[in-house]
C-alpha cells in the first residue's frame, strides 16, 4: 500500500511544512513495527520530488514511481535488513558523501536510517554532527521504535512524528474494504492488530491458530524444552512470537476472570485453553506479561535473543510450578 489511511493527525502538519515550502532538514519517525513508518517517508520523499506536489496519493508521475519502486537516484535507505545488527559509521560516512554531490535528478537528497536505534556510538556521533551542520539540499529520516532508545542530542534536533494507533473499526474496514478480506477474518485481525495495520496486513502469513495451538500444546507445558526451537530464528521472528504469546496470556487472564469469550481476540478455543485459564493465577500470567514487555524492548536494543529466550523459559517453568 503507497499510502497511509487514519493518520491525519500525522500528515496534516507536514500537509501544512509543504505548503509552506519550510521544511526542517531532518526527522524522526517513531511508532512500532507495523505502524506505517516506512510507508510514511516514502509518501514524504514522494511528495518532496512529485511533479503533482500530492501528498499520501496515488500519483503517476515519473518521480512518484521512481520513489515507490526504489530506483529513484536522489533517495537511500539504510538498515532495510531488519536482522542487521548495527548500522556502522561506515555507512553513516558513505551516505555524507554521497550527500555532498549536487543533486542531479528533483531539488532534494534524501536519506532514511531505518531502525535507527540500531546505530553504533561512533555513528551516531558523526550522524550528530552531520544534523548540527546539513548539507545543503539534503532531507534526513530517522525512523525508530522506541524514542527512548535514540539519544537524546539527536532527537532535540529532529521534527518529531510519533505514528498513532488505528481504531479496530478502522482496520476492519480498510482490510475488507481496501484488501478483500474475509469479514471474519479481517476481525481476528484488527484485534490482533492492537491498531496498526501493518500487523493486521501480516496476519494472514502468521498463521495465529496454529501459533495459540503451539503454546498451549508445547511450550507452555515445556516452556525450557518448547523455546529451545526458537534460539535460532531471526530476532524479528522471535519477537513475533513473543507478541502472540502475550496476547495468549492475555486472554488467559481475561477468561480466567470473567469467563466470556466476547472479550478474547481468538473467540474460539478449546479444551487446552480452559485447562490452561484454570491453572494459570491471574497475578503470574501477568507478571509474565511485564516479563515478555522487558524482554521485547531487550530484543530491541540487541540483546542475544537466546539469552532473553533462556530468561523467559526459566521465569515461566517456575511459575508454572
Known amino acids: 500500500m503507497n499510502r497511509l489511511i487514519g493518520q491525519e493527525t500525522v500528515l496534516e502538519p507536514l500537509r501544512e511544512l509543504l505548503k509552506s515550502s519550510r521544511l526542517p532538514t531532518s526527522f524522526v519517525i517513531a511508532g512500532p513495527a507495523g505502524s506505517g513508518k516506512k510507508t510514511l517517508a516514502r509518501i514524504l520523499a514522494r511528495a518532496?520530488?512529485?511533479?503533482?506536489?500530492?501528498?499520501?496519493?496515488?500519483?503517476?508521475?515519473?518521480?512518484?514511481?521512481?520513489?515507490?519502486?526504489?530506483?529513484?537516484?536522489?533517495?537511500?535507505?539504510?538498515?532495510?535488513?531488519?536482522?542487521?545488527?548495527?548500522?556502522?559509521?561506515?555507512?553513516?560516512?558513505?551516505?555524507?558523501?554521497?550527500?555532498?554531490?549536487?543533486?542531479?535528478?528533483?531539488?532534494?537528497?534524501?536519506?532514511?536510517?531505518?531502525?535507527?536505534?540500531?546505530?553504533?556510538?561512533?555513528?551516531?556521533?558523526?550522524?550528530?554532527?552531520?544534523?548540527?551542520?546539513?548539507?545543503?539540499?539534503?532531507?534526513?529520516?530517522?525512523?525508530?521504535e522506541n524514542p527512548a532508545n535514540l539519544r537524546q542530542t539527536l532527537l532535540s534536533r529532529c521534527f518529531k512524528i510519533k505514528m498513532r494507533p488505528l481504531t479496530f473499526k478502522t482496520v476492519r474496514e480498510v482490510l475488507v474494504n481496501e484488501f478483500g478480506w474475509d469479514p471474519e477474518e479481517a476481525g481476528l485481525a484488527a484485534k490482533c492488530s492492537q491498531g496498526w495495520l501493518g500487523r493486521g496486513l501480516r496476519f494472514k502469513d502468521e498463521n495465529f491458530t496454529e501459533m495459540r495451538k503451539l503454546f498451549l500444546e508445547e511450550i507452555l507445558p515445556q516452556p525450557v524444552i518448547g523455546f529451545e526451537r526458537w534460539a535460532g530464528k531471526k530476532r524479528y521472528e522471535i519477537s513475533k512470537a513473543l507478541r502472540f504469546l502475550a496476547l495468549l496470556l492475555r486472554d488467559l487472564a481475561v477468561y480466567r476472570e470473567t469467563r466470556n469469550a466476547d472479550f478474547l481476540y481468538q473467540e474460539s478455543f478449546g479444551a487446552e485453553f480452559e485447562r490452561w485459564s484454570a491453572r494459570l493465577d491471574t497475578d503470574a500470567i501477568l507478571e509474565l506479561l511485564n516479563l515478555i514487555d522487558e524482554i521485547q524492548a531487550a530484543l530491541e536494543d540487541n540483546v542475544n535473543p537466546k539469552i532473553a529466550l533462556s530468561r523467559l523459559s526459566t521465569a515461566m517453568a517456575f511459575l508454572m510450578l
Open 48 to 144: 518532496v520530488h512529485c511533479s503533482e506536489g500530492r501528498l499520501n496519493e496515488d500519483c503517476p508521475c515519473n518521480p512518484c514511481h521512481k520513489i515507490e519502486t526504489g530506483i529513484h537516484p536522489e533517495v537511500r535507505w539504510i538498515g532495510l535488513d531488519e536482522e542487521q545488527y548495527s548500522i556502522k559509521i561506515e555507512e553513516i560516512h558513505h551516505l555524507m558523501n554521497w550527500a555532498s554531490f549536487k543533486v542531479m535528478e528533483g531539488n532534494k537528497k534524501i536519506f532514511i536510517l531505518n531502525r535507527a536505534e540500531r546505530m553504533t556510538e561512533e555513528a551516531a556521533n558523526a550522524l550528530l554532527k552531520t544534523l548540527e551542520e546539513p548539507p545543503a539540499d539534503t532531507l534526513i529520516f530517522l525512523l525508530i
